[in-house]
């Protein structure tokens, strides 16, 4: 996402099995110029090669087309996660045949949503935000789709609930997490997400590449610092394979070892 030092964990990230490229913008204190991706709703709404991208491999559900355009109501709908990214993420949790998945990082719960209509009926997805008031929204939406029985909301902080799923005996147990929350926590939670995953379980990390600043963090910046040493980090973590992808605002999949 673009929006940062939200406090919410509620941010949201974005883009697809079609990898794109899009644009060059100037970011940074001293405004270089560098290769830029976003996501369809934000920032790059016309673009012909997105769009092109959208016309010809977008699936959306229709309930999951409702929740989108609801969203897009809302001044903070850039943090959503982009329709593209969460069909890519659809996809890779009905791969590995997903049951149990956890969200880290709710907003509107359109990719709540989207995980849940991936998983079998008696699969479930842990919702982790403290944010009331955005989650809310979507769950009407949830139960139009016939799947709020595989949502479990928990709103507080999302470290909190990964201590608690730890702590009743689910590590191991889990087979998806999605990371798009607020970012100096970048590292817990994937440390305690890992202890959840089983193996071969997959951990997918969102907005990777922060707008193209993690290329230059000022050291002033706590998210984007907390990002670029996640990226370092996993990069040398012998615990997990993984592939850092140029898609929305950077995707990076862990598959635990």
Known sequence: MFLRNV??????GSVTLGVVFVAGYFVGKKKSSIMSISKSHSGWKDNPLLQYVLNHSMREHPVLKKLNQRTMEESMNAMMVACEEAQFLANLAKLIQAKKAIEIGVYTGYNTLNMALALPEDGVVVACDISEEYASIGKPFWKEAGVEHKIDLRIQPASKTLDDLLSSG?????????????????????????????????????????????LNPSPDDADTVAIDKLNKKLHRDTRINLSMLTVGDGLTLAIKL
Do not use: P
């Not at 406090?7 to 949201?12: F, G, H, K, T």
């Not at 970012?183 to 202890?195: A, G």
């Open 7 to 12: 406090s919410r964990e509620a941010l949201v």
């Open 170 to 214: 689910q590590a191991g147990t889990f087979d998806f997490v999605f990371i798009d929350a607020d970012k100096v926590s970048y590292d817990c939670y994937y440390e305690k997400s890992l202890q959840l995953l089983r193996k071969g379980g997959i951990i997918a990390v969102d907005n990777v590449l922060w707008g193209g600043l993690v």
